[in-house]
Nanobody, 117 residues
Framework: QVQIVESGGGLVQAGGSLRLSCRASGITFSIYTMAWYRQAPGKQRELVATINNGGSTNYADSVKGRFSISRDNAKNTVYLQMNSLKPEDTAVYCC???????????WGQGTQVAVSS
């Protein structure tokens, strides 16, 4: 059974930092492309960052220079380090696991991040 479980969300003041974690089980984690998405109330879901099975990363323009995605294949975990947080970063952050050739696509339940001004 595949499980994707996020943690690390919370309430933080603007300018603060949070680190989100996403642990996957039931998949061959090392071959998957992992991604973080977010969805704010009343807005469409937005791709925040991706890291492929080779470690290459991509970021949304809105988070470049502030967020950093990384993975630990030994722990089946992907991280999102979020620095210099802004109120507009407030959203539910969800983790996604995508297998090569897009054969499988799994989602976590999400973790809430709230940034106060």
């Amino acid at each position: 059974q595949v499980q994707i479980v996020e943690s690390g969300g919370g309430l933080v003041q603007a300018g603060g930092s949070l680190r989100l974690s996403c642990r996957a089980s039931g998949i061959t984690f090392s071959i998957y492309t992992m991604a973080w998405y977010r969805q704010a109330p009343g807005k469409q879901r937005e791709l925040v960052a991706t890291i492929n099975n080779g470690g290459s990363t991509n970021y949304a323009d809105s988070v470049k220079g502030r967020f950093s995605i990384s993975r630990d294949n030994a722990k089946n975990t992907v991280y999102l380090q979020m620095n210099s947080l802004k109120p507009e970063d407030t959203a539910v952050y969800c983790c996604n696991a995508q297998s090569p050739a897009l054969i499988n696509d799994y989602w976590g339940q999400g973790t809430q991040v709230a940034v106060s001004s």
